[in-house]
């Protein structure tokens, strides 16, 4: 405990500040917020880590990665905002190339610690979500037409729910607790609805009259708190409720 308590003064040096932030500028306040509320989740995870059994802390230690990783980048993010009032893509992008396969590998880990799952599972999301990220990226940063690059990420998305709804995902969570099996099905509602946000911002921010960076990055960002935030708590709530056998 200790030992994350010094990280987090670490992580919330001076050298981090950035600008003054207008009252205004409701963009750079979304950002204040969402980094906020990423920290608080990531000690949140990493205490309750030691009120679950075994089998679960796996997977409580990656819903704490994936929101540590994501408020340090927020870190730099909200100071681009900030000072330049820019969308920091390339933050934003390589916090999701971490966070977002993190992410999509919970849905197997959350089914191993009740029963077995083959391993392309873990395969499939993983690639699935890579090449959503990279043509999302290329798309975005402006190296690949937006339109293509949308289309084949959303493609990619898609793979990725038809592989957990009627898939391999789907019959391992068949074989699961009435517990997981509720989590399951609430964290596939969050890749099918939440993630839909972030589409949303794409379209909004590169694909709909000219780029609009505010309201992309107040899309994106409320996309991570909801999506970071609230997938790790469903993992939390059914690790506890399977720990204490309820």
Known sequence: MKYLLMLTGLMVMPSFAAGDLAADDMTGVSFWLVTAALLAATVFFFVERDN??????????????????????????????????????????????????????EFYLILRAV?????????????????????????????????VAFVIAMLAWLYMIQVLYSGEGAAAAKQASPAVQ????????????????YPLGYVLGHLVGDTNPASLNIVYNFADFVNKILFGLIIWHAAVTESQGT
Request: charged content about 10%.
């Open 182 to 197: 509720t989590a399951y099905k609430t964290m596939m509602l969050i890749i099918v609805v939440g993630w839909a946000v």
């Open 52 to 105: 679950v059994s075994s089998k679960w802390k796996t997977s409580l230690t990656v819903s704490g990665l994936v929101t540590g990783i994501a408020f340090w980048h927020y870190m730099y993010m909200r100071g681009v905002w900030v000072d330049t009032q820019t969308s920091p893509i390339v933050y934003r992008y390589i916090d999701w190339l971490l966070t977002v396969p993190l992410l999509i590998v």
């Open 115 to 147: 029963t077995n799952v083959a391993s392309s599972l873990f395969t499939k999301l993983f690639v699935g979500s890579l090449v959503m990220l990279i043509f999302g990226y290329l798309g975005e940063a402006g190296n690949m037409n937006a339109m």
